[in-house]
């Protein structure tokens, strides 16, 4: 049987990138999958017809998940839909890269709100819309684990998001809800490879272990597995992704 099967999944922006590749790998093991956007409809839309197109079951919810009421919709519609929410995926998040000294109030501010933010709005609407025997996954990065110049504000934002999953995962453990983290290392999304240089880009490949950045899919497959019932026994933890970059 599919370790995800007839489960109901939310994927916080997963209108590409990483989130896409989440969305349609539990739809791909018989998970019913909200696609969540705050922007990218079109993209959205055609994660879902991927989805539809393979057999799956998928719709698009648009949220923007640094604003509590648009969150609490997204719990409804999901709700209202397919009649419960078992797994959450916390995937949605912006890095905006700059030295400390030349970070904008702007920039911190738009982290703050979206990364960690957005996270605290989810796991407090998921302390009572998420079904008993649920999953959280939260992201967070590798990059926690190495001293990079220009990533300051952005690994604070997921510095807080891990400590969020630590704290969580005690308080819904009563309801036999398992919250974990994972941390991917340099992905080929664009939200990784914009702006930077080929040099740069295979700079930070040679810091793995198999001489590449990752693959979306890497990523998935280890949330696909924490989103299954084989997992429940791992809580509270933070799982790097990342081929020994760290």
Do not use: C, H
Request: charge should be neutral; proline fraction near 2%; aromatic fraction near 6%.
């Amino acid at each position: 049987m599919s370790k995800v099967k007839d489960k109901v999944a939310i994927v916080t922006g997963s209108s590409k990138g990483i989130g896409a590749a989440v969305a349609k790998t539990l739809a791909r093991e018989g998970a019913k999958v909200v696609v969540n956007y705050a922007g990218s409809k079109e993209a959205a839309e055609q994660v879902v017809k991927e989805i539809e197109s393979n057999g799956g079951i998928a719709i698009a919810v648009k949220a923007d998940v640094s604003k509590a009421d648009e969150v609490k919709d997204l719990f409804r519609e999901t709700i209202l839909t397919f009649g419960r929410v078992d797994v959450l995926v916390n995937n949605a998040g912006i890095m905006i890269t700059k030295l400390i000294a030349d970070t904008t109030d702007d920039d911190f501010t738009r982290q703050f709100d979206i990364n960690v933010r957005g996270v605290f709005n989810t796991l407090r609407e998921a302390a009572t819309q998420l079904a008993d025997n649920g999953t959280v996954i939260n992201f967070s990065t590798s990059v926690n684990r190495i001293m990079l110049p220009t990533y300051g504000t952005y690994v604070a934002t997921k510095a807080a998001v891990e400590q969020l999953t630590r704290v969580f995962a005690k308080e819904a453990g009563k309801r036999n809800i398992n919250v974990n983290s994972v941390s991917p290392g340099p992905t080929n999304t664009e939200l990784f490879t914009a702006g930077k240089s080929d040099e740069t880009i295979s700079r930070l490949a040679s810091l793995s272990a198999f001489n590449r950045i990752g693959d979306p899919q890497d990523i998935a497959e280890v949330v696909l597995f924490l989103a299954s019932d084989e997992a429940k026994w791992i809580s509270a933890q933070n799982i790097g992704v990342n081929g020994a970059m760290a």
